[in-house]
């Protein structure tokens, strides 16, 4: 089911933020888990970077927020080439999604209150956009850099 070393592997889950619990039991970082808003905001955008952790199962993992007012935190997401496990928590009262197209990545619908994981591979170092399918025209977009 991992589907490592070929290519882009999807693998998305559903729950109610939970999720991010699941992730604590075994993650040594344990309050460090949730590292959304650790850049600094630039004025009027609520911009925010932060760096994907590895967690106890050597997996690069990131928890985003979705904010009211289109907006992912952090939007600029930093990763080593490899797994990256991302949750998407959407804590805005709309409906988004986390897509990298460039990637084949796009996870399902996410309400409001509720979170997504995917687990994909990005083999290669490079800058890869990432957008909300239903606020891309919104500016709801980010960068995942890769080095
Ligand atoms: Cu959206």
Redesign the pocket.
């Known amino acids: 089911m991992s589907g490592t070393g070929r290519g882009v592997a999807v693998a998305a889950a559903t729950t109610c933020a939970a999720v991010i619990l699941t992730f604590g039991s075994g993650c040594a970082n344990g309050p460090k888990l949730h590292v959304s808003g650790t850049g600094a905001p630039k004025a009027g955008q609520g911009s925010a970077s932060a760096s994907a952790q590895p967690a106890a199962d050597g997996v690069q993992q990131i928890v985003i927020d ?1 904010l009211d007012g ?1 907006h992912f935190k952090p939007d600029v997401v930093f990763a080593h080439p490899g797994k990256l496990r991302i949750t998407i928590t959407n804590l805005s009262v ?4 986390f897509e990298v197209p460039t990637l084949g990545v796009r996870s399902e619908t996410i309400f409001a209150g509720h979170s997504t994981t995917v687990t994909f591979d990005v083999a290669t170092a490079g800058s890869y956009s990432f957008d ?4 891309q025209h ?1 500016g ?1 977009t980010g960068q995942l850099i890769v080095s």
């Open positions: 979705t289109e709309l409906p988004h999604n909300c399918g239903f606020h919104d709801m």
